[in-house]
C-alpha cells in the first residue's frame, strides 16, 4: 500500500493565488521529509528538506519566502507556493525515508500545479 | 564530472530484448545507491537499492564499480510493460538528500 499520500493532486488557479500541498508519512514516523519539483522532461530538483519542529533547509536557489514549509507534526509537512505565477507550473512530489540517510525514500503521487 | 550522469537515452528496443543503463556518480564516498522508474507523469518508484557490489531482482540487476564510480542497470527479457525512465539516484555530498539523474527513457515495441 501506499507509504506517502500527497493532496492535492492537481491544481489549477490564477495567478497570484497560494496554493497549499499537504505530503503525509502513511506508515512511520518522519522527522524528515522531502519537496521536489519536475519540470516537464527535467529530472527531479530537490527543494528543500523538511525538518519536523525546526526551520526547513532549502537548496541554493529555491526561495524560502516563496516556498513556505511547514512540519508541524511526525506525519505530515505542508509546502505553500505564495503567490504563484505561471512559472511556478510544475510537478511537486514530496517523499519521505525511513530511517538512516543510506535508506531509499518514498515519493507520494505529486502534485501537477497549473497557474494560468 | 557531475554528481550524477546517465546514458543520454532513448533506447527503444523489442521485446525480449536485453538492455543495460550506465550511470557515473562523483561522490567517491557514496555508500547506497538506487535505481528508481518513472512512468510518464507519475511519481517516482523504487526499482532497487544497491550497497555493495550489485544486487539481482528477477529480470533486473544492478552492479556498482567503486573504482570507476558507475552503477549499471540491467534488463532481461525486455517487456512492454518495462517503457518508463529509469533515474540513477546517489545521495549528494553532505549524505542528508538524494540526487536524481536526469534520467534514461526505454521503450519496448512489440
Known amino acids: 500500500g501506499a507509504v506517502v499520500s500527497q493532496h492535492p493532486s492537481r491544481v489549477i488557479c490564477k495567478s497570484g493565488t497560494s496554493v497549499k500541498i499537504e505530503c503525509r508519512s502513511l506508515?512511520?514516523?518522519?522527522?524528515?521529509m522531502f519537496w521536489y519539483r519536475q519540470f516537464p522532461k527535467k529530472s527531479l530538483m530537490l527543494m528543500a528538506t523538511?525538518?519536523?519542529?525546526?526551520?526547513?533547509?532549502?537548496e541554493q536557489g529555491v526561495e524560502k519566502d516563496k516556498f513556505l514549509i511547514n512540519h508541524a507534526s511526525l506525519t505530515l509537512s505542508t509546502l505553500t507556493v505564495t503567490s504563484a505565477h505561471p512559472e511556478d507550473s510544475s510537478f511537486y512530489i514530496c517523499?519521505?525515508?525511513?530511517?538512516?540517510?543510506?535508506?531509499?525514500?518514498?515519493f507520494g503521487d505529486g502534485t501537477r500545479l497549473s497557474i494560468l | 564530472r557531475k554528481e550524477v550522469e546517465q546514458d543520454p537515452g532513448p533506447f527503444n528496443v523489442p521485446e525480449g530484448a536485453t538492455v543495460a543503463f550506465n550511470c557515473t556518480y562523483s561522490?567517491?564516498?557514496?555508500?547506497?545507491f538506487f535505481w528508481y522508474r518513472q512512468d510518464c507523469r507519475k511519481e517516482p518508484k523504487l526499482l532497487m537499492s544497491?550497497?555493495?557490489s550489485g544486487n539481482e531482482d528477477g529480470r533486473f540487476t544492478a552492479q556498482l564499480n567503486r573504482a570507476s564510480q558507475y552503477i549499471s542497470l540491467l534488463i532481461r527479457d525486455s517487456k512492454l510493460s518495462d517503457s518508463a525512465t529509469y533515474l540513477c539516484?546517489?545521495?549528494?555530498?553532505?549524505?542528508?538528500?538524494?540526487?536524481f539523474g536526469k534520467g534514461t527513457t526505454l521503450s519496448v515495441s512489440s
Open positions: 517523499s519521505v525515508r525511513q530511517g538512516a540517510n543510506n535508506q531509499p525514500q518514498h
Open positions: 506508515d512511520f514516523q518522519a522527522t524528515t
Open positions: 523538511s525538518n519536523e519542529g525546526s526551520k526547513a533547509t532549502y
Open positions: 561522490n567517491s564516498a557514496s555508500q547506497s
Open positions: 544497491v550497497y555493495s
Open positions: 539516484v546517489v545521495p549528494n555530498q553532505a549524505g542528508t538528500a538524494l540526487i
